[in-house]
């Protein structure tokens, strides 16, 4: 079992940045795949990027695409989010997840683990 701690939130004007982090508890966190989600009020939770266990393979939402950046540092037990040219629909409850199995899946019901999720607000 791992737990997961999001850390990085706040406000920001559109296009700024902000980088989340997600430290992860146990030392097994190099067998979890990674990703992070986001709520936004009234709305379902959303894939946003997703880190293969040792890091070489990324995906992302295509509307995060060339502005968000996912990294893990597997020493530190941590998942990352650089996020760039932020937009006022950015602006959302984020989530780190962690999945057991090998594969990796892309939807929030192939996660196993979530944090309790940071606030990201994007100002116009």
């Known amino acids: 079992q791992v737990q997961l701690v999001e850390s990085g939130g706040g406000l920001a004007q559109a296009g700024g940045s902000l980088r989340l982090s997600c430290a992860a508890s146990?030392?097994?966190?190099?067998?979890?795949?990674m990703a992070w989600f986001r709520q936004a009020p009234g709305k379902e939770r959303e894939f946003v990027a997703a880190?293969?266990?040792?890091?070489?393979?990324?995906y992302y939402a295509d509307s995060v695409k060339g502005r968000f950046t996912i990294s893990r540092d597997n020493a530190k037990n941590t998942v990352y989010l650089e996020m760039n040219s932020l937009k006022p629909e950015d602006t959302a409850v984020y989530y780190c997840?962690?999945?057991?199995?090998?594969?990796?899946?892309?939807?929030?019901?192939?996660?196993?683990?979530w944090g309790q999720g940071t606030q990201v607000t994007v100002s116009s």
């Open positions: 997840a962690a999945r057991a199995a090998q594969f990796m899946g892309l939807t929030h019901v192939d996660f196993d683990y």
């Open positions: 880190i293969t266990r040792s890091g070489g393979g990324k």
């Open positions: 146990g030392r097994t966190f190099s067998t979890y795949n």
